[in-house]
């Protein structure tokens, strides 16, 4: 197996010589095999274990155990304790689901304070089976069908050309110890009992289920880059960018032979799981949409807007006071009052020109026409107000209409208020009743503010 390893990181891994490796380790043999084999081929490696306190007393040894052998071996080790069950009750997730999400962040983050370059597991090719059966039962995708990947991001499995057997007979000949976790034998979880009664069926069927099944496992994934490719095609012919959102041509999808497929696979990695609603969304009518854990999918009129859903709590409002010359929240804006001197009717006339005639994102508004503090807040059901150019007030929601904007356009937008009264739909329109007159001695100019 020393060789056999050996050659396999050379050939597919030669980035992991001379980095920092941590290891995670159960305790287990398929961990243990690995740290002694990475251990021998003088990696520079350090020991993760979690400890999570779902087999009592059992647990506890299992910790002692990896401590040990980290300090048999001379290897840097670091072990947690975690209330496994009390986490999935608290996020209303399976035990198992808790355990995984624990561990792996658990392992990103002593990756980022021990300066690590490359995380190490010990899946093996039964481990590889086992998710595609697994999978396979649920429903999935290409992605569930071609296995664990070897390469996730900082994550590298390089023990998956081995058979769980392979690795058996090696730590029997040299008498390797290892911890062998009791509930492996029980059927109670779906892995154990696609382990213990699905694959042993398999392979009286087929006694070289390990090899065919590698061997379908690479045409799938050859299958994989092909659609991938042709996702990637469908993507720049259907979809714009626009701020911080996708923006998909309704239009263009209608044109693919199957735009609910389509659909699965370039928005698959924003979470979504109600597949029939995305694709309805399509066909429905304007303002539907359909949400996933942090992404929000939405049609508006003739196209599908894709944006992420923001986890902090917005706040209502924001005040501007009269000696303030900038904010930066939620919009940046520069705030200059200028003073117009009446020395001349004329001199007056040209200060105004040079001040009134702003574009959409600067405003000039007659000071002496406003109360500090100003305030800023997103508009609300029954806003209303006289659009400069527009004889008559307006509702905002008309506004918007006319303005054709987005829901998402719409969510974003802010307005600058004095009192109770809109001065400015911010980068909109102005309110004709604060607009700068002949009559006007003093202005606030409001344009934005350039980050730097």
Known sequence: MKAELTAHINAKFSFLHDKNLLIAISGGIDSVVLTHLFHKLNFKISLAHCNFSLRGKESNEDEEFVIALGEKLQIPTYSIKFETEEYA???????QMAARDLRYDWFQKIAKEKNIDYIITAHQKDDVLETFLINLTRGTGLDGLTGIPEIQGNIVRPFMIFTRNEILVYAAKRKIEWREDRTNSSIRYVRNKIRHKVVPVL???????????????????????IVKDRIQNVKEKTTKIHKKELHFSISELKKLSNPKIYLFEILKEYGFTEWND??????????????????????????????????QKEIDSFEIFENMTEIKTPIALKLETVTIPFDTKNHQNKVLEELVFDDKNTISIDFDKIDFPLIIRKWQKGDYFFPIGLNGKKKVSKFFKDEKLSLIDKENSWLLCSKNEIVWVIGKRLDDRFKVTKTTSKILKISPKSEI
């Open 89 to 95: 009750k608290e996020k209303g997730i399976s035990t």
């Open 203 to 225: 392979k009286e069927l087929n006694p070289n289920l390990l090899d065919t099944f590698y061997s379908t496992l690479e045409n799938l994934k050859g299958s994989q880059q």
């Open 278 to 311: 995305v694709a309805d969304l399509i066909d429905c009518q304007s303002g539907k949409q359909v949400f996933s854990k942090t992404h929000r999918l939405l049609k508006d009129r003739e196209i599908l807007i894709l944006s992420e859903i923001l986890q």
